[in-house]
């Protein structure tokens, strides 16, 4: 409980009044949405397990006095937010013209529903995707128009990406099979909300993808941390990275684990917080490649133990304090508190593919369906691309596209077979 403690300190510490969380919350909402406008419009996923979560959050609106446009919800994203699922959202809009956004779901439909937001609020100026797609292009927009986004609502219903908190949409191109990250301050919801009773029926595959993403944000913000904001990014990813490794299994086992289901809500609402302080770096990279074939928290699963042990001799201090909750967690052996360096890395990459096997992922990209050489032809291809080149700076082991190959593709190639002596380390 010390730790869950913890946890909601510092989430009450980075959202304030704005951020409404906890177990039974939900029926919160309508009193959330009054602070935004009188016209909402409500995007989520049309399914009969969202169904009793938008019956509550409705009848939480109508309590306030409003009701929704056209008195109907428009239908959510697809996973990983593809382009069409966003114009379509971006159309509703049009139609409705709302003066406030519901965005009712996981990351997915919350990415698609900021998006959609930009495109349509930001239409006079360009209605193209490339043109947001990078750090700070809203603003800039903003900025230069004086347009403004429309106040928007985000209520998480899984334990994952804190898309409803955070500066980020995914989306992708699926007929390129690639995604792209708009990073812009100016999409970050201005409420949010998250009932963490509403996960527990959620599949146990979805839960271990939700549970790996929220480790993937701050694992990849704390080995990317430095001397100015470490005691700071270790005090919200240590955190985040302990609720989630002592608890995912004990979920995947028992979906009705109340204590559990809420250490999960805390631990990835705590990755939220990461990615606002700082970036991810090379597991997200080149999950954005993987779109069609392993779903986001899969993909970083899987290539976050060989990136740990390329940034190894950059992350020692993390990897030190990381092997304590491997340890505690029995998915270490004690003596690797006395390895350093590559090896050390290597330790704890063994434990973080160990506890993928305890929930049933893969460890390897040969493992998944569909894989082939040219999914890391495409991840080196994408890491070289502007657009996402804050990715490549926020390494430990900063690259430039000329170095892509050289460093980067062993490390893919450790990741198709698992085989770790491969992957080379930069001198410094």
Request: proline share 4%; with cysteine.
């Amino acid at each position: 409980m010390k730790l869950m403690d913890q946890a909601r300190q510092l989430l009450h510490e980075f959202k304030g009044e704005s951020y409404v969380f906890g177990n039974g919350v939900l029926k919160e909402s309508g009193k959330l949405v009054s602070k935004l406008g009188q016209r909402p419009m409500m995007v989520a996923n049309d399914s009969k397990w969202y169904e009793p979560t938008i019956n509550v959050v409705t009848k939480s609106i109508e309590d306030q006095g409003l009701s929704l446009l056209g008195n109907r919800v428009v239908p959510g994203s697809r996973p990983n937010s593809p382009r069409e699922d966003v114009r379509r959202i971006q159309q509703s809009i049009e139609e409705f013209k709302p003066d406030c956004l519901v965005a009712l779901g996981g990351g997915s439909t919350i990415d698609a529903v900021k998006g959609a937001n930009v495109l349509y609020s930001l239409a006079g100026y360009s209605s193209d995707f490339e043109t947001y797609f990078g750090v700070g292009e809203v603003t800039k927009v903003i900025s230069e128009t004086g347009t403004k986004l429309l106040p928007m609502l985000a209520i998480q219903t899984a334990a994952s990406s804190g898309a409803h908190l955070t500066k980020y949409s995914n989306i992708t191109d699926l007929a390129t099979g690639q995604k792209k990250l708009i990073v812009d301050e100016a999409i970050v919801p201005e409420r949010a909300l998250f009932d963490y009773d509403v996960t527990k029926s959620m599949h146990p595959s979805l839960t271990v993808d939700g549970a790996f993403d929220g480790l993937a944000h701050c694992l990849e913000v704390f080995y990317g941390a430095g001397d100015k904001n470490f005691a700071k990014l270790k005090d919200i990813a240590i955190a985040g990275i302990d609720l989630i490794v002592q608890n995912v299994e004990k979920v995947y086992n028992n979906p009705e684990d109340e204590a559990g289901r809420e250490a999960l809500g805390l631990g990835t609402d705590l990755g939220g917080y990461a990615i606002m302080l700082g970036g991810t770096n090379g597991a997200h990279l080149t999950s954005f490649s993987l779109v069609d074939i392993a779903s986001h928290g899969r993909a970083c699963a899987i290539m976050n133990p060989y990136y740990t042990v390329f940034f190894a001799p950059a992350i020692e201090r993390q990897l030190h304090l990381l092997a304590d909750i491997f340890i505690d967690a029995g998915l270490m052996a004690n003596g690797a508190r006395a390895f350093s360096g590559r090896d050390l890395g290597i330790a704890v990459a063994e434990a973080m593919r160990e506890l993928a096997r305890r929930v049933g992922f893969p460890v390897t990209l040969s493992e998944l369906q569909g894989f082939s050489d040219l999914h890391i032809q495409r991840a080196l291809n994408a890491a070289k691309n502007p657009q996402l080149e804050m990715k490549l700076k926020n390494m430990p082991v900063p690259l430039t596209a000329s170095m892509v190959d050289e460093y980067m593709g062993p490390v893919l190639d450790a990741a198709k077979t698992g085989d770790f002596a491969v992957i080379k380390n930069l001198n410094f």
